[in-house]
């Protein structure tokens, strides 16, 4: 992806993202909508609580203006901002597209499949469900286009960041869903990434910090950070294999062993190599801040060194009973440096 094109999609997202709750949408021909199903550990929390932590940089008072127009509601009884939530019920977001059908460009890649199961290769900046900035260009809009061309619908069995990019399995039926679902949670599904990071890696090293949300004791909610305490086990596995002496940059692999939000991106910065562009773990909070909220100047946009981070999900392997590939791999986007896609069969 080019400069130019990077820049004109960001300033497009934060026109669109500005409009995103400000816009009446219930009713309208041209409305959208997304089913929020609500997690049996938020049992209890009032709706506007719940749905200000769910909906990226939206205040209380705009979900209260949202319910009271029926842009948010339940499917099955009325939603107020005080409504105490349950396990499983569904809130449908009504809203104005922030994209564009055109958006979804370029599109995922499929790289395997079979009767039950797809493998693609995401490229980066594709969300993979919708969210605040994102409806059409995501990889559950990519498979509602696949269904209607071919009548077999797939849905994501796991999820990666939005600028990740690299292998994702979709499963055809519900049942398959559910099964590598509770394979990925109990960790039967191994998986191998391949990053850039900042600065000269020399050994091998097993990151085991455990991991939290940061929630409201930082600026970030979404930040994940080490809290030997409170937070949840995490290990990851890494091993340099080649070192850029020109960029001052290396190639490494990494094996997650768990499967925590960012889990990857926060244990490399913490051990002092963050990836590459990477806006949150490498550039800060203040700046991933700015950027989402489309105040970063052209100027700083011009000084990152990649359009998104430079994490690939390059190998996956799933139990045998759910998969008849053993071994599923994709290759590097070609957007990464020369050097990297030399070396990138060396794992």
């Known amino acids: 992806m080019s400069l130019h094109i990077r820049i004109e999609h960001y300033e497009h997202i934060c026109q669109t993202t500005r409009m995103a709750l400000k816009q009446a949408a219930f009713g309208h021909p041209e409305a959208v909508y997304t ?20 909906v990226d940089y939206a205040s209380r008072a705009r979900i209260t203006e949202a319910i009271k127009r029926g842009d948010l509601s339940l499917v099955d009884r009325a939603l107020k901002p005080s409504t105490r939530l349950q396990p499983t019920d569904i809130i449908r977001f009504w809203r104005l597209p922030p994209d564009r059908p055109s958006d979804l460009q370029p599109a995922p890649t499929v790289i395997y499949a079979d009767e039950y199961v797809v493998a693609i290769n995401k490229p980066a900046h594709l969300a993979t469900h919708p969210a605040r900035h994102y409806y059409y260009r995501t990889v559950t809009h990519w498979a509602k286009m696949k269904a209607e061309q071919s009548g077999y619908r797939a849905h994501p069995c ?21 099964a590598i679902k509770k394979a990925f949670m109990d960790n039967r599904v191994q998986k191998t990434y391949l990053a850039i990071v900042v600065g000269h890696l020399q050994h091998a090293q097993t990151i085991t910090h455990p991991l939290r949300l940061q929630g409201e004791d930082g600026l970030v909610n979404i930040k994940m950070i080490t809290d030997h305490q409170n937070g949840l086990p995490a290990l990851t596995k890494v091993e340099p294999l080649h070192y850029d002496q020109q960029s001052e940059q290396t190639l490494v692999v990494c094996h997650p062993k768990t499967g925590r939000q960012h889990q990857i991106r926060a244990h490399l910065s913490q051990i002092g190599f963050p990836i590459l562009g990477d806006k949150l773990y490498c550039h800060g909070e203040d700046f991933f801040d700015r950027f989402s909220r489309g105040v970063v100047s ?27 590939q ?3 791999k994709a290759p590097l986007p070609e957007s990464w440096p020369y050097w990297a896609l030399a070396h990138q069969d060396l794992f």
């Open 35 to 54: 089913d929020i199903v609500v997690p049996p550990e938020c049992e209890g929390l009032r709706a506007d609580v719940f749905l200000t932590r769910h």
């Open 158 to 178: 796991h999820r990666l960041d939005r600028e990740t990019t690299g292998i994702m399995i979709l499963a055809h039926n519900k049942d398959r869903e559910r």
């Open 326 to 328: 053993p071994i599923l």
């Open 298 to 324: 052209t100027m700083e946009l011009n000084r990152l060194e990649s359009p998104h981070h430079m994490l690939h999900a390059a190998c996956l392997s799933l139990p045998s009973e759910l998969c008849d």
